[in-house]
């Protein structure tokens, strides 16, 4: 079955350590999205990208770096410059058909906490 | 920059009524894209309902239904016949085509009761 895999489901960071979260998609989809939801909130765009070895920073890039090596990865990573990383991460990807109105797909989520 | 405001964080509703969820928006696109997405309490984002803001017509999907009203920037999502498991969070969400960033408003948390 096609879909996108995150993982892990729960990871914990300790203080001024790096954690990476790992996203997976096996739909061909050419971009992907890393969004932040804290408690009570909606998402915010953390960085995206559309293509291969190309990505663009979102509204709360700041503390955070990704990677894109390869089509269907997009690893997040959650730097020590983070100084509030406790919070539930989306990873989505889209078909991206222009002028087309293709959702986008979303992950199970990684819940990260502070240690 | 586009902005999408859903004014209800929490609303209720008796299984088998109907209930509609409200979203404005504000942007200067003539065509773009909107968005339902549910959000349960297993944390899935579920794509609920789609709408071309160049189509006239409302899209159904089921007990699924929007009122569009593209001059007054309003998408309001209508379920009908509500049941157990539509219990969850509700976000609506704007796409301009010539980009692929999803803009979210902040949610309405639903909730069905028996």
């Known amino acids: 079955d096609g879909g996108i895999t995150q993982s892990p489901k729960y990871l914990f960071r300790k203080e001024g350590q790096n954690v990476t979260l790992s996203c997976e998609q096996n739909l061909n989809h050419d971009a992907m999205y890393w969004y932040r939801q804290d408690p009570g909130q909606g998402l915010r765009l953390i960085y995206y990208?559309?293509?291969?070895?190309?990505?663009q920073k979102g509204d709360i890039a700041e503390g955070y770096s990704v990677s894109r090596e390869k089509k269907e990865s997009f690893p997040l990573t959650v730097t020590s410059a983070q100084k509030n990383p406790t919070a539930f991460y989306l990873c989505?990807?889209?078909?991206?058909?222009?002028?087309?109105?293709?959702?986008?797909?979303f992950g199970d989520g990684t819940r990260l906490s502070i240690l | 920059a586009q902005t999408v405001t859903q004014s209800q964080p929490e609303m209720s509703v008796q299984e088998a009524e109907t209930v509609t969820l409200s979203c404005t928006y504000d942007t200067s696109e003539n065509n773009y894209y909107l968005f339902w997405y549910k959000q349960p309490p297993s944390r899935q984002m579920i794509l609920v309902i789609r709408q071309e803001a160049y189509k006239q017509q409302n899209a159904t999907e089921n007990r699924f239904s929007v009122n569009f009203q593209k001059a007054a920037k309003s998408f309001s999502l209508k379920i009908s016949d509500s049941q157990l498991g539509d219990t969850a969070m509700y976000f609506c969400a704007f796409m301009k085509p010539s980009g692929s960033r999803l803009t979210f408003g902040e949610g309405t948390q639903l909730t069905v009761n028996p």
């Open positions: 990208s559309q293509i291969v070895n190309d990505f």
């Open positions: 989505a990807s889209r078909r991206d058909g222009k002028g087309k109105d293709q959702p986008q797909h």
